[in-house]
Nanobody, 126 residues
Framework: QVQLRESGGGLVQAGGSLRLSCASS????????VGWFRQAPGKERDFVAA????????YYADSVKGRFTISRDNVKNTAYLQMNSLKPDDTAIYYC???????????????????WGQGTQVTVSS
């Protein structure tokens, strides 16, 4: 069983930065693919970024390419989402998710993941 907990959300002005963390209590986290998703009020939960278990492959949604960076530290059982040049449209609850499956382009949607955190709120003011 993998338990995930996000942190690092908050209120930031447009153009600012935040770094989200996803800490896992599971000992197998280092072998799991990790994804970040976000859900704005009244909208679907959308894919943001994903990283393979050894960090050698990453995927990003077009809307965040060049601004967000996903990374992980398997020693600390933690994944990160560095968010720069934030925009009001980035306002959402951000969730991390984990899957024992090898990361592929088919894992850019919610069904690709088995474990989810509770989410952390990110609000970007204009």
């Amino acid at each position: 069983q993998v338990q995930l907990r996000e942190s690092g959300g908050g209120l930031v002005q447009a153009g600012g930065s935040l770094r989200l963390s996803c800490a896992s209590s599971g000992h197998t986290f280092s072998t799991y693919s990790v994804g970040w998703f976000r859900q704005a009020p009244g909208k679907e939960r959308d894919f943001v970024a994903a990283i393979a278990w050894i960090g050698d492959r990453t995927y990003y949604a077009d809307s965040v390419k060049g601004r967000f960076t996903i990374s992980r530290d398997n020693v600390k059982n933690t994944a990160y989402l560095q968010m720069n040049s934030l925009k009001p449209d980035d306002t959402a609850i951000y969730y991390c998710a984990a899957s024992p499956r090898v990361l592929s382009s088919t894992m850019l949607t919610r069904p690709g993941y088995d474990y989810w955190g509770q989410g952390t709120q990110v609000t970007v003011s204009s």
